[in-house]
Protein backbone atom coordinates (compact mmCIF):
# COMPACT_ATOMS: atom_id res chain seq x y z
CA UNK A 1 0.00 0.00 0.00
CA UNK A 2 1.35 3.44 -0.91
CA UNK A 3 0.70 6.78 1.03
CA UNK A 4 -2.02 8.21 -0.27
CA UNK A 5 -3.33 4.87 -0.48
CA UNK A 6 -2.95 4.31 3.29
CA UNK A 7 -4.06 7.95 3.81
CA UNK A 8 -7.57 7.46 2.02
CA UNK A 9 -7.98 3.91 3.38
CA UNK A 10 -7.09 4.48 7.06
CA UNK A 11 -8.27 8.27 7.41
CA UNK A 12 -9.44 10.50 5.14
CA UNK A 13 -12.81 7.94 4.42
CA UNK A 14 -13.40 7.71 8.24
CA UNK A 15 -12.70 11.44 9.62
CA UNK A 16 -14.92 13.00 11.54
CA UNK A 17 -16.78 15.90 9.54
CA UNK A 18 -17.76 19.39 10.72
CA UNK A 19 -19.47 22.33 9.11
CA UNK A 20 -16.98 24.90 9.60
CA UNK A 21 -14.38 21.94 7.66
CA UNK A 22 -14.60 23.94 4.29
CA UNK A 23 -11.16 21.65 2.64
CA UNK A 24 -9.88 18.96 4.54
CA UNK A 25 -8.03 15.80 3.76
CA UNK A 26 -6.38 15.84 0.21
CA UNK A 27 -4.84 19.14 -0.27
CA UNK A 28 -2.12 21.18 0.44
CA UNK A 29 -3.77 22.74 3.46
CA UNK A 30 -6.72 22.60 5.19
CA UNK A 31 -9.28 25.23 5.37
CA UNK A 32 -11.62 26.17 8.30
CA UNK A 33 -13.86 28.65 9.19
CA UNK A 34 -13.67 29.76 13.24
CA UNK A 35 -17.05 31.00 14.71
CA UNK A 36 -17.28 35.01 15.27
CA UNK A 37 -15.46 35.83 18.46
CA UNK A 38 -13.73 32.95 19.19
CA UNK A 39 -10.22 32.84 20.01
CA UNK A 40 -8.11 29.48 18.14
CA UNK A 41 -6.46 27.48 21.08
CA UNK A 42 -3.62 25.40 19.74
CA UNK A 43 -1.65 22.54 20.99
CA UNK A 44 1.05 19.99 19.30
CA UNK A 45 2.13 16.64 21.03
CA UNK A 46 4.56 13.89 20.21
CA UNK A 47 4.13 10.47 21.21
CA UNK A 48 7.50 8.27 20.16
CA UNK A 49 7.76 4.40 20.84
CA UNK A 50 9.66 3.52 23.26
CA UNK A 51 9.89 6.97 25.19
CA UNK A 52 6.40 7.44 25.62
CA UNK A 53 5.07 4.66 24.71
CA UNK A 54 5.80 0.64 24.41
CA UNK A 55 5.92 -1.40 21.46
CA UNK A 56 3.66 -3.64 22.73
CA UNK A 57 1.25 -1.27 23.51
CA UNK A 58 -2.31 -2.39 21.93
CA UNK A 59 -2.93 -0.09 18.47
CA UNK A 60 -6.30 0.90 18.96
CA UNK A 61 -5.51 2.30 22.88
CA UNK A 62 -2.32 4.04 21.02
CA UNK A 63 -4.63 5.69 18.61
CA UNK A 64 -7.27 6.48 21.60
CA UNK A 65 -4.78 7.84 23.71
CA UNK A 66 -2.63 9.76 21.12
CA UNK A 67 -5.81 12.40 20.49
CA UNK A 68 -6.75 11.89 24.23
CA UNK A 69 -3.44 13.72 25.62
CA UNK A 70 -3.94 16.55 23.15
CA UNK A 71 -7.42 17.09 23.76
CA UNK A 72 -6.08 17.41 27.36
CA UNK A 73 -4.47 20.47 27.07
CA UNK A 74 -7.32 22.11 25.27
CA UNK A 75 -9.01 21.14 28.56
CA UNK A 76 -6.83 22.76 30.43
CA UNK A 77 -7.65 26.28 28.51
CA UNK A 78 -11.57 25.31 28.77
CA UNK A 79 -11.74 25.39 24.76
CA UNK A 80 -13.82 22.96 22.88
CA UNK A 81 -12.48 20.89 20.33
CA UNK A 82 -12.81 21.72 16.58
CA UNK A 83 -10.13 20.46 14.40
CA UNK A 84 -6.61 18.36 14.18
CA UNK A 85 -3.70 17.10 12.20
CA UNK A 86 -1.98 13.68 12.44
CA UNK A 87 1.88 13.65 11.20
CA UNK A 88 2.69 9.49 11.41
CA UNK A 89 5.92 8.04 11.16
CA UNK A 90 6.04 4.24 10.34
CA UNK A 91 8.69 1.52 10.26
CA UNK A 92 6.32 -0.10 7.53
CA UNK A 93 3.04 -0.20 6.40
CA UNK A 94 1.27 -3.04 8.88
CA UNK A 95 -2.52 -2.89 7.54
CA UNK A 96 -3.46 -4.89 10.80
CA UNK A 97 -1.59 -2.31 13.22
CA UNK A 98 -2.95 0.84 11.03
CA UNK A 99 -7.13 -0.92 11.33
CA UNK A 100 -6.85 -0.56 14.78
CA UNK A 101 -4.89 2.66 15.54
CA UNK A 102 -7.07 4.48 13.46
CA UNK A 103 -10.23 2.85 14.92
CA UNK A 104 -9.10 3.93 18.25
CA UNK A 105 -7.99 7.42 17.07
CA UNK A 106 -11.77 8.22 15.75
CA UNK A 107 -13.27 6.30 18.53
CA UNK A 108 -12.30 9.47 20.42
CA UNK A 109 -12.18 12.06 17.89
CA UNK A 110 -15.92 10.93 17.25
CA UNK A 111 -16.84 11.58 20.86
CA UNK A 112 -15.13 15.24 20.87
CA UNK A 113 -15.95 16.10 17.56
CA UNK A 114 -13.14 16.91 16.35
CA UNK A 115 -12.30 16.65 12.31
CA UNK A 116 -8.88 15.52 11.47
CA UNK A 117 -8.08 17.90 8.58
CA UNK A 118 -4.56 17.05 7.45
CA UNK A 119 -1.56 15.77 8.31
CA UNK A 120 1.18 13.45 7.04
CA UNK A 121 2.75 10.18 6.89
CA UNK A 122 6.77 8.92 6.18
CA UNK A 123 8.86 6.04 6.79
CA UNK A 124 10.54 5.93 10.20
CA UNK A 125 10.98 5.18 13.87
CA UNK A 126 7.36 4.65 14.91
CA UNK A 127 6.17 8.28 16.26
CA UNK A 128 2.84 10.01 16.25
CA UNK A 129 2.32 14.16 16.37
CA UNK A 130 -1.04 15.36 16.77
CA UNK A 131 -1.94 19.13 16.28
CA UNK A 132 -5.55 19.51 18.08
CA UNK A 133 -7.26 23.25 17.62
CA UNK A 134 -10.05 24.31 19.66
CA UNK A 135 -12.12 27.34 20.05
CA UNK A 136 -12.75 29.45 22.86
CA UNK A 137 -15.17 32.42 23.70
CA UNK A 138 -12.23 35.25 22.87
CA UNK A 139 -11.08 36.29 26.52
CA UNK A 140 -12.28 33.89 28.54
CA UNK A 141 -9.63 31.19 27.87
CA UNK A 142 -7.90 29.58 31.04
CA UNK A 143 -3.93 29.94 31.47
CA UNK A 144 -1.34 28.94 33.76
CA UNK A 145 -0.63 32.97 35.06
CA UNK A 146 -4.22 33.85 37.08
CA UNK A 147 -3.71 32.39 40.15
CA UNK A 148 -3.56 34.62 43.33
CA UNK A 149 -2.99 34.15 46.77
CA UNK A 150 -5.61 33.15 48.63
CA UNK A 151 -7.35 30.92 45.57
CA UNK A 152 -8.12 27.27 46.26
CA UNK A 153 -6.45 24.55 44.32
CA UNK A 154 -8.83 21.24 43.17
CA UNK A 155 -8.15 18.60 40.73
CA UNK A 156 -10.65 16.58 38.86
CA UNK A 157 -11.08 13.00 39.46
CA UNK A 158 -8.15 10.79 41.44
CA UNK A 159 -4.58 10.90 40.69
CA UNK A 160 -1.64 8.20 40.17
CA UNK A 161 -3.77 5.42 39.00
CA UNK A 162 -2.32 5.70 35.26
CA UNK A 163 1.41 5.57 36.66
CA UNK A 164 0.49 2.38 38.82
CA UNK A 165 -1.04 1.05 35.60
CA UNK A 166 1.60 1.29 33.69
CA UNK A 167 3.94 -0.47 36.23
CA UNK A 168 1.74 -3.42 35.82
CA UNK A 169 1.81 -3.61 32.31
CA UNK A 170 5.58 -3.49 32.79
CA UNK A 171 5.16 -6.25 35.73
CA UNK A 172 6.57 -4.72 37.92
CA UNK A 173 3.69 -4.41 40.43
CA UNK A 174 0.98 -6.65 41.31
CA UNK A 175 -2.88 -6.58 42.05
CA UNK A 176 -6.01 -8.26 41.88
CA UNK A 177 -7.25 -9.05 38.24
CA UNK A 178 -10.85 -6.16 38.94
CA UNK A 179 -8.08 -3.33 40.63
CA UNK A 180 -5.46 -4.41 37.30
CA UNK A 181 -8.04 -3.95 34.97
CA UNK A 182 -9.21 -0.37 36.36
CA UNK A 183 -5.87 0.63 36.44
CA UNK A 184 -3.94 -0.27 33.42
CA UNK A 185 -7.24 1.01 31.39
CA UNK A 186 -6.99 4.57 33.24
CA UNK A 187 -3.20 4.77 31.34
CA UNK A 188 -4.01 2.96 28.43
CA UNK A 189 -7.47 5.48 27.89
CA UNK A 190 -7.46 8.54 29.84
CA UNK A 191 -10.30 10.84 29.85
CA UNK A 192 -9.65 14.65 28.95
CA UNK A 193 -11.31 16.47 30.86
CA UNK A 194 -12.94 18.83 28.13
CA UNK A 195 -16.43 19.73 30.16
CA UNK A 196 -15.27 20.03 33.26
CA UNK A 197 -12.42 22.85 31.49
CA UNK A 198 -15.31 24.66 29.84
CA UNK A 199 -17.43 24.66 32.97
CA UNK A 200 -14.38 26.50 34.56
CA UNK A 201 -13.88 28.94 32.16
CA UNK A 202 -15.87 32.00 34.04
CA UNK A 203 -15.04 30.46 37.75
CA UNK A 204 -11.08 29.06 37.89
CA UNK A 205 -8.35 31.94 37.75
CA UNK A 206 -5.71 29.18 36.49
CA UNK A 207 -5.43 25.63 35.42
CA UNK A 208 -3.03 22.78 34.30
CA UNK A 209 -3.25 19.62 33.01
CA UNK A 210 -1.42 16.66 35.07
CA UNK A 211 0.93 15.11 32.35
CA UNK A 212 4.21 15.15 34.33
CA UNK A 213 2.85 14.07 37.42
CA UNK A 214 1.34 16.66 40.15
CA UNK A 215 4.47 17.89 41.68
CA UNK A 216 5.68 18.73 38.22
CA UNK A 217 2.80 20.40 36.62
CA UNK A 218 2.18 22.45 39.82
CA UNK A 219 5.28 24.45 39.99
CA UNK A 220 4.84 25.43 35.84
CA UNK A 221 1.53 27.24 37.36
CA UNK A 222 3.41 28.26 40.56
CA UNK A 223 5.81 29.75 38.28
CA UNK A 224 3.58 31.68 35.57
CA UNK A 225 1.39 33.18 38.30
CA UNK A 226 4.72 34.07 40.72
CA UNK A 227 2.80 32.91 43.71
CA UNK A 228 3.81 29.44 46.18
CA UNK A 229 1.08 27.01 47.40
CA UNK A 230 0.73 24.71 49.94
CA UNK A 231 -0.56 21.07 49.59
CA UNK A 232 -2.03 18.74 52.14
CA UNK A 233 -1.54 15.54 50.64
CA UNK A 234 -3.63 14.15 53.24
CA UNK A 235 -6.64 15.82 51.13
CA UNK A 236 -5.52 13.95 47.38
CA UNK A 237 -8.29 11.95 45.66
CA UNK A 238 -7.07 8.53 45.78
CA UNK A 239 -9.04 5.48 43.40
CA UNK A 240 -10.32 2.46 46.11
CA UNK A 241 -7.62 0.40 43.10
CA UNK A 242 -4.84 2.51 44.21
CA UNK A 243 -5.64 2.09 47.62
CA UNK A 244 -5.71 -1.82 47.10
CA UNK A 245 -2.85 -2.15 45.31
CA UNK A 246 0.24 -0.54 47.05
CA UNK A 247 0.90 1.11 50.14
CA UNK A 248 -0.97 4.52 52.03
CA UNK A 249 2.76 6.43 51.80
CA UNK A 250 3.27 4.03 48.24
CA UNK A 251 -0.36 5.30 47.24
CA UNK A 252 0.52 9.61 48.23
CA UNK A 253 4.01 9.02 46.06
CA UNK A 254 1.85 7.50 42.91
CA UNK A 255 -0.55 10.68 43.40
CA UNK A 256 1.79 13.01 43.72
CA UNK A 257 4.97 11.85 41.46
CA UNK A 258 2.78 9.64 39.23
CA UNK A 259 2.73 11.25 34.86
CA UNK A 260 -0.37 10.58 32.45
CA UNK A 261 -3.36 11.10 34.75
CA UNK A 262 -4.42 14.14 32.11
CA UNK A 263 -6.54 14.99 34.97
CA UNK A 264 -7.32 19.17 35.57
CA UNK A 265 -4.86 21.25 38.68
CA UNK A 266 -6.92 24.44 39.16
CA UNK A 267 -7.09 27.45 41.29
CA UNK A 268 -10.71 29.12 42.29
CA UNK A 269 -11.52 32.34 44.21
CA UNK A 270 -13.17 32.25 47.55
CA UNK A 271 -15.77 34.36 46.06
CA UNK A 272 -16.12 31.10 43.19
CA UNK A 273 -16.47 28.28 45.60
CA UNK A 274 -19.90 28.07 45.36
CA UNK A 275 -20.41 28.13 41.84
CA UNK A 276 -17.85 25.37 40.94
CA UNK A 277 -19.99 23.14 42.90
CA UNK A 278 -23.11 23.79 40.75
CA UNK A 279 -21.53 24.03 37.49
CA UNK A 280 -18.92 20.62 38.03
CA UNK A 281 -21.53 18.79 39.04
CA UNK A 282 -23.30 18.97 36.10
CA UNK A 283 -20.47 17.63 34.05
CA UNK A 284 -19.97 14.37 36.24
CA UNK A 285 -16.59 14.93 37.10
CA UNK A 286 -15.70 14.21 40.72
CA UNK A 287 -13.52 17.03 42.25
CA UNK A 288 -11.27 17.60 45.36
CA UNK A 289 -9.87 20.66 47.26
CA UNK A 290 -6.16 20.06 48.16
CA UNK A 291 -5.06 22.91 49.09
CA UNK A 292 -4.54 27.07 48.46
CA UNK A 293 -2.54 29.48 47.22
CA UNK A 294 0.08 31.06 49.63
CA UNK A 295 2.78 34.47 49.44
CA UNK A 296 5.76 33.36 48.40
CA UNK A 297 7.61 31.11 45.51
CA UNK A 298 7.92 27.90 46.90
CA UNK A 299 5.81 24.97 46.88
CA UNK A 300 4.91 23.19 50.32
CA UNK A 301 3.18 19.93 51.20
CA UNK A 302 1.91 18.80 54.64
CA UNK A 303 0.87 15.87 56.18
CA UNK A 304 -0.66 15.80 59.45
CA UNK A 305 -0.46 19.54 59.37
CA UNK A 306 3.35 18.96 59.06
CA UNK A 307 6.18 19.26 56.47
CA UNK A 308 6.09 16.41 53.97
CA UNK A 309 8.69 15.01 51.55
CA UNK A 310 7.55 12.49 48.59
CA UNK A 311 9.70 9.80 47.77
CA UNK A 312 10.46 10.08 43.94
CA UNK A 313 9.93 13.29 41.90
CA UNK A 314 8.00 14.37 38.88
CA UNK A 315 8.85 13.32 34.99
CA UNK A 316 10.55 15.75 32.65
CA UNK A 317 12.49 15.06 29.59
CA UNK A 318 15.94 15.12 28.63
CA UNK A 319 16.76 15.24 32.91
Known amino acids: MKEFQLIEHFFAKQAQSRRDVELGIGDDCALVTPALNKSIAISCDTLVENVHFYP ?8 YKSLAVNLSDLAS ?13 LPEVDEQWLTSYSAGLFEAAEYYNIALVGGDTTLGPRSITITVNGQVQAGTGLTRSGARIGDWIYVTGTLGDSALGLDL ?6 SSPEDADFLINRHYYPTPRVLAGQALRTLASSAIDLSD ?9 LKQSGIGATIDVDLLPLSASLKNSVTEEEALSYALTGGEDYELLFSVPEAQKGALE ?11 QIGQISTGDKLKLLRDG ?4 PINIGFEHFS
Not at 77 to 89: H, Y
Not at 306 to 309: A, C, E, K, L, R
Open 56 to 63: DIPPKALG
Open 169 to 174: IRGNRA
Open 77 to 89: MGAEPAWMTLALT
Open 306 to 309: QPYT
Open 278 to 288: IALANTGVSFA
Open 213 to 221: GLLSDIQHL
